[in-house]
């Protein structure tokens, strides 16, 4: 038997056994530790083990690797997860990676894979519809977050200086410059360095005091800029900040980019989701009149990691950033071949995932799916606040930062023995220069139990924190 093609009745054999086995893991994921259980060095030794020498059979590797994963992850698909936005996927959405991987269609062009093309590009339409943006509007699936701003940072210095091209940032007449928030994702900085205009190209603008841009110092910073000879580009507006989940005035950063020129690019990374729900979408209200929009789909529409968007009004303006062109290629065209106008050549069909789950759940699945867990926020919320404890964010999506009540531990010391508990998966975090913990809904299937079980830890571990014995 060949190890790499085996048989047809081979393969069943073994789909069926992965199939099972993966099921029962996933059954004890969700009743046991949120948090790693093995031993690292223990690990470590029966990994060295692997010399590749003699090789070994299939389902003895299966079975060690499943339990690895099963032993050594902070499980985000344990529905006490409340961590950073990484989801518990859908079940569609683990379908489309099967099936992707048994097709492995390549869609750098559309010519050698036109219906996984057309299937992204269906979907990357209908949700740039979504979040208002005009019929025309286009874009693509991207590895993550990070490389969809990247990308917008791209057509923002080509629509500045259609010069940026040939001669990179010398073709500025001072140092390019673009504004987030302070409490933006801080990829920024490495996206600056990267885009070849320095990280200090990367103004972070002072907040309200309540996590989200303040637009007075915006506006000021830019006159500054301007004043000492720099050439601002972008303002790139957080919707959901990685920390607190507050929402930038959309509107007035979208007017200060129209008045000054710049590229207005919306960071939607996770609470692009809102767009899904009727009640909550006017949450994002602002958010239509972006040159570009980041989200992705594998934070809120829980797909499998890692799975962004890039949506943009400017298509043309893609090509012009990404364009080359080779003889080994079977084709060139700006409007379907992926390679000529992303960051990626090769690329694998992660837009199926969305596709999957948006088909079978419509948008109002999606609608309740975010709405499910702001209510359970809530829950949490009216819990913590009976109970002495203060929140400090206001943010319109399923996160909180947490303070404890003046007798109790600090956060860090809190945050740590309720891991060791494996219980519950919870963050610290600073917000607005206050450490907090930071508690979110993540997973889809959370339930009010959950949410008890989280707000008891979180009184158990504070309160007995003070006690020696408990330390002991
Ligand atoms: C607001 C925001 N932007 C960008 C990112 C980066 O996205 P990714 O990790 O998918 O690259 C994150 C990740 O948490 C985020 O919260």
């Not at 943006?133 to 990070?146: D, I, K, V």
């Not at 005035?249 to 729900?277: K, Q, T």
Request: charged share 20%; with cysteine; glycine share 8%.
């Amino acid at each position: 038997m060949s190890p790499f093609f085996p048989a047809r009745e081979d393969r069943e054999c073994w789909d069926d056994f992965l199939t099972r086995e993966l099921a029962r893991a996933g059954e004890r994921v969700t009743t046991g530790s949120v948090t790693p259980t093995f031993d690292l060095e223990t690990f470590r030794s029966e990994l060295s083990e692997f010399d590749f020498r003699v090789p070994l059979a299939l389902g003895d590797v299966l079975s060690w690797t499943i339990s690895q994963m099963e032993q050594g992850l902070v499980h985000v698909t344990h529905p006490r997860y409340f961590g950073l936005f990484n989801p518990a996927p859908t079940f569609p959405a683990q379908c489309a990676d099967r099936i992707a991987a048994v097709f492995n269609p390549q869609l750098a062009t559309s010519t050698t894979s036109p219906a996984a093309v057309e299937i992204e590009a269906h979907v990357i339409s209908s949700v740039a519809r979504r979040a208002g943006l005009p019929t025309e509007a286009g874009g693509h699936f991207t590895t993550a977050g990070s490389e969809a701003n990247y990308t917008a940072l791209i057509c923002a210095l080509t629509r500045s200086n259609a010069g940026f091209a040939t001669e990179g940032a010398r073709c500025f007449k001072g140092p390019p410059v673009f504004y987030v928030s302070r409490e933006s994702h801080l990829a920024w900085l490495k996206i600056a360095h990267q885009a070849g205009i320095g990280r200090s190209a990367v103004r972070l603008v002072g907040t309200d005091g309540r996590g989200r841009m303040d637009t007075n110092v915006l506006a000021h910073t830019l006159t500054v800029d301007r004043s000492r000879g720099c050439v601002p580009i972008m303002i790139a507006a957080t919707a959901g900040t990685t920390n607190a989940g507050m929402i930038d005035p959309l509107g007035d950063c979208a007017e200060i980019a129209r008045s000054n020129s710049l590229w207005y690019h919306v960071d939607a990374a996770w609470a692009g989701a809102l767009i899904a729900s009727n009640k909550l979408r006017g949450t994002l209200k602002g958010i239509e009149q972006a040159d570009s929009i980041t989200i992705d789909a594998h934070k809120w529409f829980a797909t499998t990691m890692g799975c962004g968007m890039f949506l943009t009004r400017h298509t043309d303006l893609l090509s012009s950033a990404f364009q080359v062109s080779t003889g080994f290629m079977p084709s060139n065209l700006p409007k379907f071949d992926p390679y000529v106008t992303t960051v990626q050549w090769s690329r694998r069909f992660v837009g199926l995932r969305l596709f999957l789950s948006l088909a079978v759940a419509g948008w109002d699945g999606y609608g309740k799916h975010v709405e499910r867990s702001i209510e359970l926020t809530e829950l949490l919320r009216q819990q913590l606040l009976e109970r002495g404890w203060a929140i400090l964010n206001d943010s319109p999506v399923a996160v909180l930062c947490i303070q404890p009540p003046p007798q109790f531990d600090d956060v860090r010391s809190i945050v740590g023995r309720i891991l060791s508990t494996g219980r519950v998966w919870i963050a610290a975090a600073t917000f607005e220069g206050r450490d907090v913990l930071r508690a979110c809904v993540t997973h889809g299937e959370t339930a009010p139990d959950d949410i008890m079980e989280l707000v008891n830890a979180l009184n158990v571990t504070g309160e007995f924190a003070k006690e020696e014995e408990y330390l002991t």
